[in-house]
């Protein structure tokens, strides 16, 4: 039976290196994948997901009104598809998340989302939330804060390398835009 799998964590934990590398043992039994990414994040390019240690794959791009169970449809009634991966998983909207499910429930086919948890305000994003809540397995992708404890939580950096408390949910910027840490430090704003 294929399920809905929902690995998350805070930036810089390596969730694209883990999408890849699942991506890469299906490919290598001869099994073909689906990759799925946001049109929100263009930090890399258009279509293309990428780990943070050079590795990268092509990959088919989402946008918040598409209806990703008829793309999975479509897609496996013209090739084969083992396993759908989806990165940037916070991107999605409620309703994707449940076209997710129906896909791996009527189509059999897992899908695997990768995403982060909560924003720099600690706060859920709506695809994340969905998924928390409907997904059949959770798997925290683990990272460490400044202090050697798992880091949860992420600020984000204005270009003074100051903590930003208020803004939009959504602010797509390079790695040194956020810092990772764990509660206590992310609560404290406490950098080093």
Same mark, same amino acid.
């Given at each position: 039976?294929?399920? +809905?799998?929902?690995?998350?964590? %805070?930036?810089?934990? #390596?969730?694209?290196? *883990?999408? +890849?590398? /699942?991506?890469?043992?299906?490919?290598?039994? #001869?099994?073909?994948?689906? =990759?799925?990414?946001? &049109?929100?994040?263009?930090?890399?390019?258009?279509?293309?997901?990428?780990?943070?240690? #050079?590795?990268?794959?092509? &990959?088919?791009?989402?946008?918040?009104?598409?209806? =990703?169970?008829?793309?999975?449809? $479509?897609?496996? %009634?013209?090739?084969?598809?083992?396993?759908?991966?989806?990165?940037? /998983?916070?991107? =999605?909207?409620? %309703?994707?998340?449940?076209?997710?499910?129906? /896909? /791996?429930?009527? +189509?059999?086919?897992?899908?695997?989302?990768?995403?982060?948890?909560?924003?720099?305000?600690?706060?859920?994003?709506?695809?994340?939330?969905?998924?928390?809540?409907? %997904? $059949?397995? =959770?798997?925290?992708?683990?990272?460490?804060?400044?202090?050697?404890?798992?880091?949860?939580? *992420?600020?984000?950096?204005?270009? $003074?390398?100051?903590?930003?408390?208020?803004?939009?949910?959504?602010?797509?910027? #390079?790695?040194?835009?956020?810092?990772?840490?764990?509660?206590?430090?992310?609560?404290?704003?406490?950098?080093?």
């Amino acid at each position: 039976m294929a399920k +809905l799998y929902f690995s998350y964590s %805070a930036m810089n934990a #390596g969730k694209s290196t *883990v999408l +890849l590398q /699942a991506s890469y043992n299906y490919q290598e039994r #001869g099994m073909k994948t689906l =990759l799925l990414t946001s &049109a929100v994040d263009d930090r890399i390019g258009q279509g293309v997901i990428a780990s943070r240690i #050079g590795l990268e794959q092509p &990959a088919e791009m989402f946008s918040p009104g598409d209806d =990703l169970f008829l793309r999975i449809k $479509d897609a496996m %009634a013209t090739s084969q598809i083992d396993c759908v991966l989806v990165d940037e /998983a916070q991107f =999605l909207s409620d %309703a994707q998340v449940w076209q997710l499910a129906q /896909a /791996a429930d009527d +189509l059999s086919v897992p899908v695997m989302c990768y995403g982060l948890r909560t924003d720099f305000q600690g706060k859920l994003f709506p695809g994340s939330a969905a998924l928390l809540a409907i %997904a $059949d397995n =959770l798997r925290e992708i683990r990272t460490i804060c400044w202090c050697g404890r798992k880091a949860t939580m *992420v600020v984000r950096m204005d270009g $003074d390398g100051n903590v930003i408390e208020a803004g939009e949910q959504v602010v797509i910027g #390079g790695e040194d835009s956020y810092v990772s840490l764990c509660r206590r430090h992310w609560r404290a704003r406490q950098l080093k």
